[in-house]
């Protein structure tokens, strides 16, 4: 009896120390890859308040001695202010351990009421060490003479011991430190909640301030982007234009429920626009979106854990970017998004061809190699339409077999019936490294391919290392303009934009390679500035069609056809669009022409250009590059249909006209005149006499001066003809068939001029 009362008598005088199983203690893995030791309360009636007081927390981290980690905090969450116990790590039997308690003498008390059966965090640990593999655990009650403690409540503490519920296995450390968290919602004078660039949003590991007192803007700083939901409910979406920053990091994790929107910064001339010089990661829940003009490069590997963790938006504006520049690995449900913007708001009819491909290897394709099922690109079901183009016929040929296989790199036609726009969805993996596609030649020689990457590409430098199968020619057809955009060897727009289909012109059988050097981050149709390169565009009439040409004058460049630079034209795919295009001197038609460097040092170069249009209506031409020109190169204008009127382009870079279907295509001519004309301003030469083949050109200088009559002679001094002349600035008089020279003589109301000119055929 004397035993029992003994023992009874001990629990009565310990009576504050309890030990039924009310709490429970865990260490786990956190997703930001940091050790977190975790307590909670099972027991309704023990939950502690912001008002419970907590005087005592003790516990040990235990590990294999195989391992040659250690651990540390990082940070104590809550208010709750843990040490380091001993100050470095113990060995007992088969473990190393580390032992930790709350540091001050004083209660501590939690920043909020828990939850029963809700998990708190009590600290952050990072792990350190030679990089390796080992578990983790909270060490049990009685394992050392530092026990498990729980200790709260006033005003006499009652003591708990925890039992044990949850390990970490196979821990990779050590871990690094995120030195930036994001918090958003900063307030104060100017605040700008969702700014990137903006110092009030952000704030260290702990919830201090930042180690710089900034924002990360360098490429050495880590960041982490957590679920703001419960908080100020911001993520970074903006950023300050009055500030030259871009978004810069080295390592940046987005948690589960967190995202960052990478905005429009196209106003920037130089950088790239979200640039992540080392790591990416997006776990369970985590987005990156890049919108339109929204671009993103990552130098180290990105980890995509969630469906459509990065998602490359497009709409009317543009489409966004991304370049990865290491690896890509997904988790189990990980996957990529990609969108293509088809426009068809206007345009003739309901046949509004858009030129694709595949925009990643689509997760729901289980065919040969990667690339899609052709169901993945049926934006309107029982209203698309999908095309193949056949180089040996020329010729479109329908396919609708949902299960048609669209490789990687291959291009289709693609249209629907209505005037609605639709933003096609890919989703998958995207598309990285070496992609090749096999060419082939014969019938037009021109074959479709597509752009595989999430982000354009320079086709010039594609070409360079495909020259031994195709030519350094593209055509992309723009839905809006109704005609094919036109690049070749250095004039045009040179970049293919994500999932967009185009043509190139074959040279040879063989392989065609798709590589990452070849991928840029653009989004606006760009035209080199390149020296005597003159750029045609035509706009107006009906359903706005639109149209251009090139001229550009080069060494080595012939008046015919040159295979290697010139570029045909390829007609419209609609019977009724405006198109224009030059005739090369043996007849070719073509959208880019290269002619003869040597032209603008001689009299002149006359260039027919064939217009045509399904609409009568007023049309425009437009002309740019004029100021690419030396300044003693005069470019004109002739309208043969418009009483033969000629427009000086130099002053005057546009001409609206009147023009109506079925009327001959061959109304106007392009002249280019070299540096021996006569100075427009000139009182010296009042009249510039000239010629080009059989014709002679009457220029006129000096406004206040009426010309009268022309007469042209032979070199005998016969009179051929004599002729009243419009009083225009330049006028055009057919000579003769007979090559040689003739004598040219102007009578105005002032004076009379007289020139010698050569005739040729």
Known sequence: MKKIFTLISFLILFGNVLL???????????????????????????????????????????????????????????????????????????????????????????????????????????????????????????WVPQDLVWAQGAPTATT??????????NYDYPTLVYTFVWKGGGSGPGALPTHWNQTNNWENECGGATSTGYWPYQTSENVYIPNTSSGSGYYPETWNSTQNYSYTCYNILIGDGAHVTVPDLSSQSTGTYFNIAGNLKIVNGGKLYLPALGYATISGST????????????????????????TITYGTSGTGKVQTYLSNSAGAGSFYMHLVGPTLDDENYTGSGTGAFLSAFNVSPGNTYAYTYDQGTDQWNNINSTTYEVHTGDGIGLSTTDATPYTL??????????????????????????????????????????STVVNNKTWKWDPSAGNYETWSSGSGNKYVQVGQGFFVETTSAGTFTFTNSERVHNNVAFRDINPNELTMRVSGGDYGFKDQLIVRFVEDATSGYDPAIDAYKINSMYEDATQIESIAEDGSELSINFLPLAGLSGDMVSVPVHFQCGYSGEYTFDFEGIETFEDQNEIWLEDKKDNNNWIYLNNNPHYTFTAVPYEP?????????????????????PVDIYSYRQYVYI?????NEVIKKVSVYNINGEELFSKRVPDQPVNKLWVSEQVGYYLVRVITDKNSYTGKVFIFK
């Open 160 to 169: 708990y011991f925890p039992s044990v519920n949850g390990s970490v296995s």
């Open 303 to 326: 980890e995509i854990d969630n469906a459509e963790g990065i998602e490359v938006q497009a709409d009317a504006t543009g489409v966004g970017s991304f370049i990865d520049n290491g």
């Open 699 to 703: 220029k006129k200088n000096e406004p």
């Open 425 to 466: 969805n890919m989703t998958g993996e995207f598309i990285t490294g070496n992609v090749t596609h096999s060419i082939t030649t014969g019938g037009s020689n021109y074959q479709l391919i597509s752009n595989p990457y999430p982000s354009a590409i320079d086709f010039n430098a594609l070409y360079t290392s495909n």
């Open 665 to 685: 295509h061959d109304r106007f001519i392009l002249h280019f005149f070299g540096p021996t004309g006569i100075d427009e301003n000139s009182v010296d030469n």
């Open 20 to 142: 039924s199983q009310d709490f429970e203690a865990r260490v786990i893995e956190n997703e930001k890859g940091y050790l977190e030791y975790q307590v909670r309360c099972v027991n309704a009636g023990l939950t502690p308040t912001t008002g419970t007081p907590i005087t005592q927390i003790s516990f040990e981290i235990r590990w294999p001695n195989t391992s040659s980690a250690d651990v540390e905090v990082l940070c104590s969450s809550n208010h709750y202010t843990i040490g380091d116990g001993l100050g470095a790590k113990q060995s007992k039997d088969a473990y190393f351990w580390r032992n930790f308690v709350k540091t001050q003498a004083n209660p501590v008390y939690s920043d909020h009421d828990w939850t029963t059966n809700n998990w708190e965090t009590i600290v952050e640990f990072k792990v350190t060490g030679t990089a390796g593999t080992t578990d983790f655990e909270v060490a049990p009650h009685l």
